[in-house]
């Protein structure tokens, strides 16, 4: 609230000074020229020519303007001041975790914390980088690079020829589990990616984790425009999974 009333108070006082600079500017040129015409006026007067106009009502003229002029800065002025009222809430939201709903009904496709569900990948990832060395392969965590999967994986040349590279995908899952979430753009690498795009599944049980299973052509359609991720079932990739 503080800084509200500051930001408020700054903006209107900025617009009195601009207002009142041109009500004065304004009314203070029309006193000025009224007041040259009475001079006139007085002095051909006392002169004894014929005026057209008569002095009294300039002088009234001068008058009005100048009461107005007053009359409008203390208006101006008055606007200065402002007072913060007690706030009027308009609307509210209630955010509830979804993990927490899920622990209430007692599903376990929810983890703890954050903490834990970075552990989990940090476990996830080491077990696919230790299957893919123990293949004798050149491994690289590619996953800070945003390129669409989590490790490159290239085998070693054959009679010279060196093989097309593996680019794995990983998702790690605490075991009860049972979906995994892939996002649009992971779907859309994979199905561009083709026979190089492997999603790799790791079953996390506390310290310890099964081997990889990998699923290969996971995915077979775009998913509609306004999809951002979804859900698959993890009973039915592990059907299709090797090890």
Known sequence: MPEHFEEIRD?????????????????????????????????????????KLNVENIRRTIDDLT????????????????????????GGALIIPAGLISQRKGQSNWSADAVARARIERVAMQAVIDAELALDHDVTD?????CGWDITSQPKPIDGKLPVSRHIEVKGRAKGQSTITVTRNEIIYALNQQD????????????????????RT???QEPDWAVTSINLDLNELLKRAEK
Not at 20 to 29: F, I, M, W, Y
Not at 71 to 89: C, D, N
Not at 142 to 146: G, Y
């Open 11 to 51: 903006k209107r006082e900025k617009s009195v000074d601009k207002t009142l600079t041109a009500v004065h500017e304004r009314l203070v040129k029309e006193i000025n020229f009224w007041s040259d015409r009475y001079i006139k006026a007085q002095e051909d007067e006392a002169a004894g020519k014929q005026i």
């Open 67 to 90: 009461s107005r002029l007053e009359s409008r800065q203390k208006e101006l002025e008055a606007m200065r001041h402002i007072i913060s009222a007690t706030p009027v809430i308009l």
């Open 142 to 146: 590619v996953s800070a690079q945003k």
């Open 196 to 215: 190089k795009f492997i999603l790799a599944v790791v079953i996390v049980d506390g310290d310890s984790h099964d081997k990889p299973y990998y699923i």
């Open 218 to 220: 996971p995915f077979i």
